[in-house]
């Protein structure tokens, strides 16, 4: 059995083991290479970046004791720049998470494996190029803010492989490219 496939049964089976909480995930990364760039009206730019920005994700914390827990997500993550003069670019993928944390009093830190499905650019100049799924790791520390919300900052490491050549912003042709980032992040229990 593969990693990716040991990640997704421990998705669908640990939440139905009855000490499983519902989890909300939501945060605001940036890093990795830059995949487009667009001048705005008033001389700034905006940058579309394999590691960022927003990512959003649903899952569960599974408690294996007082201060040991299980953590899957499934999620979508995108970056989007648009403009009049340059049209619109975005990099949009699907992390599917799954990682141990440590609490220690209100101190948390954890780690685990990031794997991006389905990872895609578009852009104004050029054709959609798709990624292979590909697979990371993350660790972060968190604040518990209280017994159910946690925010902190979260370290991954990624790397996206095109399934063709990509010409990055710098006019560099590659098949890979960068996604490490770093993010605050903020989490909820039910």
Do not use: W
């Amino acid at each position: 059995m593969n990693l990716k496939n040991l990640a997704i049964t421990a998705l669908l089976i640990v939440p139905f083991s009855g000490q499983a909480d519902f989890l909300l995930y939501g945060d605001l990364s940036n890093g990795g290479d830059t995949l487009a760039e667009a001048s705005g009206g008033s001389g700034g730019s905006a940058k579309v970046k394999a590691g960022g920005l927003l990512q959003l994700s649903a899952g569960y914390r599974h408690n294996i004791s007082d201060d040991l827990s299980l953590d899957g997500l499934i999620g979508f993550k995108f970056d989007k720049v648009s403009t009049e003069n340059d049209g619109s670019a975005d990099f949009t993928r699907f992390p599917l998470e799954i990682g141990l944390r440590k609490a220690f009093s209100e101190h948390n830190i954890g780690a685990g494996l990031s794997h991006h499905l389905s990872a895609k650019y578009s852009g104004p100049r050029t054709s959609d190029i798709s990624f292979k799924d590909s697979t990371g790791y993350y660790a972060y520390y968190g604040y518990e803010m209280n017994t159910n919300v946690i925010i902190g900052l979260k370290y991954t490491a990624i790397e996206y492989q095109s399934k063709s050549l990509v010409t990055n912003i710098n006019n560099q042709v590659t098949n890979s490219v960068d996604g490490n980032n770093i993010a605050i992040f903020g989490s909820i229990t039910f």
